[in-house]
Nanobody, 117 residues
Framework: QVQVVESGGGWVQPGGSLRLSCVAS????????VGWYRQVPGKEREMVAV???????NYGDFVKGRFTISRDNTKNTAYLQMNMMNSEDTAVYYC???????????WGQGTQVTVAS
């Protein structure tokens, strides 16, 4: 049984930082691209960052150097370090493990991130 579980969400003040974690089980994590996505009510889910098996990393335009994605294949875990956060970063953050672009993929249940004073 495949599981993808996010953690680390919560409340943070503007300008603050959070670190999200994504743990996958039931798959060979090292051969999956892993990405972070976010969604707010009424809007489409958008890509935050993707760390591909090839080593390539892509970020959404809005990241602007504030976030860093990393992965530790020995722990089947991906991370998203978020710094200099603002209210527009408030969303549910999801982790996705994808076997090649367009291949089988697995989503986590999401973790809520709220940026507010």
């Amino acid at each position: 049984q495949v599981q993808v579980v996010e953690s680390g969400g919560g409340w943070v003040q503007p300008g603050g930082s959070l670190r999200l974690s994504c743990v996958a089980s039931g798959i060979t994590f090292s051969v999956y691209d892993v990405g972070w996505y976010r969604q707010v009510p009424g809007k489409e889910r958008e890509m935050v960052a993707v760390f591909k098996v090839s080593g390539n990393i892509n970020y959404g335009d809005f990241v602007k150097g504030r976030f860093t994605i990393s992965r530790d294949n020995t722990k089947n875990t991906a991370y998203l370090q978020m710094n200099m956060m603002n209210s527009e970063d408030t969303a549910v953050y999801y982790c996705k493990a994808e076997l090649l672009p367009g291949g089988v993929s697995y989503w986590g249940q999401g973790t809520q991130v709220t940026v507010a004073s």
